[in-house]
């Protein structure tokens, strides 16, 4: 493949095709080096693209799927009545090679059941893993997996997971020697069960890894670590509750500025202020979750992604794309293993 | 007893007796009906309480203690040498019935264990929980917990958890019926792991409890539940994470305002603004985790805790104390087992 392809599930998503589209066509106009294969309504999809130059629209090839995994539908659901999908079309185009990564907002369970029944899993990987990155106050990033792909980890699953994690971090953020991180419930070597104390014995046998040891909560954010590994169960809710009191800070000051007319001045002359902690914890610039451990590219966008935010998850297909993952976890993973011999 | 005693560890504690002791002179001030036990060292807290009237001074008494538990130290440590520490002193006052109710900032493992050692669990409890109160935006409070006394946490585990927070939300909170949810990672059935699966199980055949099914992280704060229930690892990590998350918040606000010129005076200008906000997400307000299933009452303040920190601690105890909550919880098992034979 000379250039890149992404294929994009233009169907998922709480909002519908038009936010979808609008990122689709954003990205066309940005990255004149890519192809896109856009999966879904055909009825839908060539009024959102008439507009595009002719150059443009060379770029662009339309898949027609007659059929929708519905955000509520369950997975096995998906796997067996929805063969005819925008969401398993975009994953096979993975699985043949006519696509280098693709990006879905849909349903997470069947996009997850989805991956894993057609791409499998890379050698010395037992499972894939959501992944994303989360925001600290030095501005750096942190990588935090597993977002909820797999709630049952061994500490096999959770050692497999640091090493992915690292080599994300330091091909889609260019960390040279990134520093991975067991969440626990206390620094001291005593605390956690059994199954984290295990696995951090793994990560300290484990030369080729930038191993730290334990961080806690609060510490996602306070950049110790480049890489956070943790269950799908303790990952989920980790991202969901931070989420969750971000909504809830900006949703104070959109309530305590509209309180009364002194409230709502000070807010407008304090807007620029306001506007750039809004940005610090809006979850819009983090969109876009890798699923890897996986013999292809997947990214799952929020499924209330805004265009922006769906724009952002497909630049992380290009990423991820253009520095061959995939290749690079399997040879970090197979290093590894040998070392361990 | 007529009136309410409560004992007040004054070593514990990041930033040393001095804090803790201002948080006991205000209480010692606020609350006319209420006998102090001050332990710890005598000549640190002689000065402190030197000021107080002679009506003031005849609701204190000092016990001196020539121990003290260290931040760092073991659990096991604290529980074989440290027999005449403070922490130990003051849970043998509830231990004896001469305090009605203690509170500590020190060492949460030592506190935890010396806890469960000295005043065992209430019949039909296997294992005490850390629950705290969390904001939410309909400006309620919801009681989450484990936060972390128990990391292994079976489904009977966990019901009983949730019959604990349901009486403390009723007693402490004043909720008549308080709604209990399971934390999951997923709101639909299938979510979630077996013991999760089965506690859901637990709570939907007990008829005493208003159990409302599964919720999910950013729930915590929607006010969906008045009581979210969960293992110890993943409390503890929802709890610092979100926490962590508002840090950041704070911290980028101050960051911001301090820019240059402009964000200085746009933040002046917004300062009722900005400390509102502040307040909606302060830890402080929420300080006081209760050690809830013993037989007996004991809160254990944030180490780092402020005055005005520790003394919403020193409140949550009387609170409890006046409530009786560990009777009331003692009933409210029994009931609720009964009613599944």
């Known amino acids: ?72 539908e369950a997975p096995t659901s998906a796997l067996r009545n929805k063969k005819r999908s925008s969401m398993r079309r975009v994953i096979e185009y993975v699985q043949s090679n006519e696509a280098d990564a693709c990006v879905s907002a849909g349903n997470t369970g069947a996009l997850l059941t989805l991956s894993f029944y057609l791409l499998k899993t890379l050698s010395g990987i037992d499972r894939p893993a959501l992944i994303s990155m989360m925001p600290t106050a030095s501005h750096h990033n942190v990588f935090l997996l597993d977002l909820g792909a797999n709630v049952n980890c061994t500490p096999e699953i959770l050692f497999q997971y640091g090493v992915m994690g690292s080599v994300l971090a330091q091909e889609a953020a260019g ?11 206390g620094e001291e070597d005593i605390k956690g069960n059994a199954y984290v104390k295990l696995a951090d014995q793994l990560f300290k046998d484990a030369p080729g890894i930038n191993y730290i040891g334990y961080v806690e909560g609060d510490d996602i954010f306070t950049d110790k670590a480049d890489v956070v590994v943790t269950d799908g169960f303790t990952g989920n809710v980790a991202l969901k509750s931070s989420e969750g009191l971000a909504k809830l800070v900006i949703n104070e000051v959109k309530r305590q500025s509209q309180k009364n007319f002194y409230t709502r001045l000070m807010a407008k002359i304090a807007f620029p202020l306001l506007k750039s902690i809004y940005n610090s914890v809006n979850p819009d610039q983090y969109n876009g979750a890798s699923l890897i451990g996986l013999r292809g590219i997947v990214i799952k966008s929020h499924g209330n992604a805004s265009k922006d935010a769906f724009y952002y998850a497909i630049v992380q297909a290009m990423k991820e794309a253009k520095m061959r993952v995939p290749d690079k976890i399997k040879t970090k993973i197979e290093t590894v293993l040998l070392e361990q011999l």
Chains 1, 2 share one sequence.
């Not at 890149?4 to 998503?13: E, F, R, S, V």
């Not at 090839?61 to 059929?67: E, G």
């Not at 960390?175 to 419930?185: E, F, T």
């Open 1 to 72: 493949m000379s250039k890149l392809t992404i294929a994009l599930d233009i169907m998922g998503g709480d909002h519908g095709p038009p936010v979808i589209l609008s990122a689709a066509v954003k990205a066309i106009e940005l990255h004149p080096d890519v192809h896109f294969l856009l999966c879904g309504d055909q009825a839908v999809i060539s009024p959102a693209i008439q507009n595009l130059t002719a150059s443009q629209r060379s770029r662009v090839t339309v898949s027609h799927c007659d059929q929708v995994v519905e955000m509520g």
């Open 175 to 185: 960390i040279p020697s990134p520093r991975v991180a067991l969440l626990n419930v």
